[in-house]
C-alpha cells in the first residue's frame, strides 16, 4: 500500500515561517502536489514537484527530494487566513492520487 | 458558475433512504473523481471518469454507485447506507490522467447517515 505522512498539526505566530514536511512510500511516482482545504471547503492547488529542488511560488515555497521519499512545504509571512489543513499527495500511477491524512496549521496573532 | 460545483452541500439520510450526489464541472474537463474524505484520515479515491468511461473502481461498496452521463457532470448514487459512510465527499476534475494535471476540487457534500 501507499504510506504518505506528515504531522497532524503545527502553531506558529502570524509573521513567521512554517515548515510542513511530507515523507512518501509509494509503489511509483509520478510527482507531488501540495493542496490547501480551509474548513469546509474545497481542497485548492498549491504547488506540483516531479523533479528534485525547490519551486516558489510567492510566499509559499515546495521542495522535492525523489531519492529520499520527501518533500516539503515553506509558508513564509504567515497571515491568519494560512490557517488551513494542507494536504501532500504523490501521484503514485498514471492518474491516481494518494492522500496524506493533512496538517492542520492553526497561524496566531 | 464557475469551477466545480456541488449539490447538496448537506445531507442527512436514514439507512434505508436513496439519494443521489451530483457534481458539475464549468472547465472543460474530461475527467472527473469522486473522492470520500472522513475526520483526520486521508481523502480516498473512490471513482475515476474519463472521457465518460470508469477507469477506476477502488473496491467500493456496491452501495454506491457511480454515473457520468456526459464530461461535465457526475453523479454518485447512494443507497441502504451504513453510519460508518458518514463523511465529506469530494468530486474533482481534471484536464486529462496525464500525471502533471491538477485536479480542481468541489467544495463537498456533508453527508450524514442516521
Known amino acids: 500500500g501507499q504510506n504518505i505522512d506528515q504531522p497532524t498539526e503545527m502553531t506558529a505566530t502570524e509573521g513567521a515561517i512554517v515548515q510542513i514536511n511530507c515523507t512518501y512510500q509509494t509503489s511509483g511516482f509520478n510527482g507531488l502536489f501540495w493542496y490547501q482545504q480551509h474548513a469546509g471547503e474545497a481542497p485548492t492547488f498549491l504547488s506540483y514537484?516531479?523533479?528534485?529542488g525547490l519551486e516558489e511560488k510567492g510566499r509559499f515555497s515546495s521542495f522535492l527530494s525523489r531519492s529520499k521519499g520527501y518533500s516539503y512545504l515553506l509558508l513564509k509571512e504567515l497571515q491568519m487566513k494560512d490557517s488551513a489543513s494542507y494536504l501532500c499527495?504523490?501521484?503514485?500511477?498514471?492518474?491516481?492520487?494518494?492522500f496524506g491524512a493533512g496538517t492542520t496549521v492553526t497561524v496566531r496573532a | 458558475e464557475t469551477g466545480v460545483t456541488q449539490t447538496p452541500r448537506h445531507l442527512v439520510m436514514g439507512m434505508t433512504n436513496k439519494k443521489s450526489l451530483k457534481c458539475e464541472q464549468h472547465l472543460g474537463h474530461n475527467a472527473m473523481y469522486w473522492y470520500k474524505q472522513s475526520a483526520k484520515k486521508p481523502l480516498e479515491l473512490m471513482f475515476v471518469y474519463s472521457l465518460e468511461e470508469r477507469v477506476e473502481n477502488n473496491s467500493v461498496p456496491s452501495r454506491f454507485s457511480p454515473e457520468c452521463p456526459n464530461s461535465s457532470h457526475l453523479f454518485l448514487h447512494l443507497h441502504t447506507l451504513q453510519p460508518e459512510d458518514s463523511a465529506l465527499y469530494l468530486c474533482a476534475s481534471s484536464q486529462g490522467l496525464a500525471e502533471y494535471n491538477e485536479q480542481f476540487f468541489g467544495p463537498g457534500t456533508r453527508l450524514t447517515v442516521l
Open positions: 514537484n516531479v523533479l528534485d
Open positions: 499527495a504523490v501521484r503514485d500511477g498514471d492518474y491516481k492520487l494518494s
